[in-house]
Nanobody
Framework: VQLQASGGGSVQPGDSLRLSCEISGFTLQRYVIGWFRQAPGKEREGVACISNYDDSTDYGNSVKGRFTISRDNAKATVYLQMNNLKPEDTAVYYC????????????????????WGQGTQVTVSS
């Protein structure tokens, strides 16, 4: 089971980025995928997650209305579209996967996820 996050970079406030999480070694359709981030000196934070059942989504309060998570099962890839980026969005972003313990389950709790990618740095600065 492997997850490869990419698409990070250095941008200015108000810019957009799209992160990608490429999945290999398992069938994406069977897994819930979450995006998390961790800034220096801070705890890991749940950013977005997407159900494998009906593509239901959930977002952290700080990114609602600005970030969008989506999945392309055919490409085995999950995306995180990030718009109107702010300096406080600066962090290392990770994607993670978990087989849902119950039908329709999805969660922003990082402790629930078993498989993690290596992270991609996002820096927002003027």
């Amino acid at each position: 089971v492997q997850l490869q996050a990419s698409g990070g970079g250095s941008v200015q406030p108000g810019d957009s980025l799209r992160l990608s999480c490429e999945i290999s070694g398992f069938t994406l359709q069977r897994y819930v995928i979450g995006w998390f981030r961790q800034a220096p000196g801070k705890e890991r934070e749940g950013v977005a997650c997407i159900s494998n059942y009906d593509d239901s989504t959930d977002y952290g309060n700080s990114v609602k209305g600005r970030f969008t998570i989506s999945r392309d099962n055919a490409k085995a890839t999950v995306y995180l579209q990030m718009n109107n980026l702010k300096p406080e969005d600066t962090a290392v972003y990770y994607c993670a996967a978990d087989q849902p313990p119950a039908y329709g389950w999805y969660s922003l709790d990082s402790a629930e996820y078993d498989y993690w990618g290596q992270g991609t740095q996002v820096t927002v600065s003027s």
